[in-house]
Each structure stands twice: as C-alpha cells, then as structure tokens.
C-alpha cells in the first residue's frame, strides 16, 4: 500500500526550529518529487515547499525561502523539512505529498498525501 | 505570489451540477497547463481530483471533470452527492517555479 507518515511536529517558540519527517512505503520513492503543504488553523492550503526526485532541485514559496530547508534520504524513504526562525505565522498543519506522475521533477499536482503533523509556535 | 481567487461558497441540491471557479494571472492559470483541483474534508488529506487541467486520477468519478479558459480554471461536478460535500482548492504552477493555491470554496450539497 502507498502511504505517506508525517512525524516530527510539536509546540515550539518563536525564533525556534523544528525537523518534520516523512515516512514513505509502498512505491519507488526516488522516482518521485515530493512537496510539503501546510493549513493554518481556520486558513486554506499553502504549498511550502518541493523537492525533485533525486534530491538536486528545492523550491520553496516566499513566505518560507531562507528560513525552512527541504532534503531528503532515498536510502531510507524520507523526506524532511528543516524550520528555522519559526513565526506565530507557521502555525499550521504540515502535510507531505507525492507527485502525480513517476517523473523526478513533477511537483505540479499531488495524488498521494499523509494525514498531517501539527506544528504549534507560540511562547 | 497571491493566491489564485476562488468563490468562498457554492451549494447544490442532491442531483444538480455545479461548477467552481479558479482565476489566476498570465503567470500561472493562464500560462500552463498545470492546474490541480484536490478535495478536502477537515482533518483528513487532501485528495486529487483533477490534474493537467483536465485529467483525472484513476478511478475517480466521471461526475468530476476540469477546463480553462484564459486565466480561469473551473471544476464541474455533475450529479451532485452528498458526500461531495467538503472544501475545494485549485492550484497551479507559476512562472516563478511555485505552486499557488486558491483560497477554497466550501461547497454546500442542500
């Protein structure tokens, strides 16, 4: 079965970090490109960050850019999203997705996702 | 990069079709073929609806389908269910190499 496990959220000050995982099984997971979405609390979905298969290409939105840091470990199946000088603001549900098509460097939609960590900043 | 602009609210009647819609700029709706509709019921993920545009996953329902047209991109469901109740979301990706997403439409089924 392809699954998805997010892991690593929590309750963390402002001007913090934190490390969110993302477990993979059941599929190639090199082949794919994976993205990090989150959902603040009353707010819609916002795409955070992507990664292409391999590992060799990041992009990442605005409002995150030099602050969070996408990697990954095909060895193990994990994708991970390091956060850096944490804001109220980043606040939200953190969910992982995989790319629609085995391509290393579609991102562009997202048919596979876990059920989301939840990441708390506040003092 | 602001969010592509989606109606906060629609609602159907059991049977009925609706259609959502999704307006972007020349750098994203109207610049690829790369929009996405995905449907979400709180506290669960999101689920894929429709990609490319147009293109639907596997096994989902023919009910579900996606067009554009210029710098607006709309999903239509067709025989409106009640389970289709949930929040909706566009997305597309952009000139910059980002993904943006609408602002989600809550659709109703009466």
């Known amino acids: 079965e392809v699954q998805l496990l997010e892991s690593g959220g929590g309750l963390v000050q402002p001007g913090g970090s934190l490390r969110l995982s993302c477990a993979a099984s059941g599929f190639t997971f090199s082949s794919y490109a994976m993205s990090w979405v989150r959902q603040a609390p009353g707010k819609g979905l916002e795409w955070v960050s992507a990664?292409?298969?391999?590992?060799?290409?990041?992009y990442y939105a605005d409002s995150v850019k030099g602050r969070f840091t996408i990697s990954r470990d095909n060895s193990k199946s994990t994708l991970f999203l390091q956060m850096n000088s944490l804001r109220a603001e980043d606040t939200a549900v953190y969910y992982c997705g995989r790319g629609n098509y085995e391509n290393y460097y579609y991102y562009y939609a997202m048919n596979v996702w876990g059920q989301g960590t939840t990441v708390t900043v506040s003092s | 990069q602001s969010a592509l602009t989606q109606p906060a609210s629609v609602s159907g009647s059991p049977g009925q079709s609706i259609t959502i819609s999704c307006t972007g700029t020349n750098s994203d709706v109207g610049g690829y073929n790369y929009v996405s509709w995905y449907q979400h019921h709180p506290g669960k993920a999101p689920k894929l609806m429709i990609y490319d545009v147009s293109s639907r996953p596997s096994g989902l329902s023919n009910r579900f389908s996606g067009s554009k047209s210029g710098n607006t991109a709309s999903l239509t469901i067709s025989g409106l269910q009640p389970e289709d109740e949930a929040d909706y979301y566009c997305s597309s990706y952009t000139t910059r190499t980002t993904l943006v997403f609408g602002g989600g439409t809550k659709l109703t089924v009466l």
């Open positions: 990664i292409s298969g391999s590992g060799g290409s990041t």
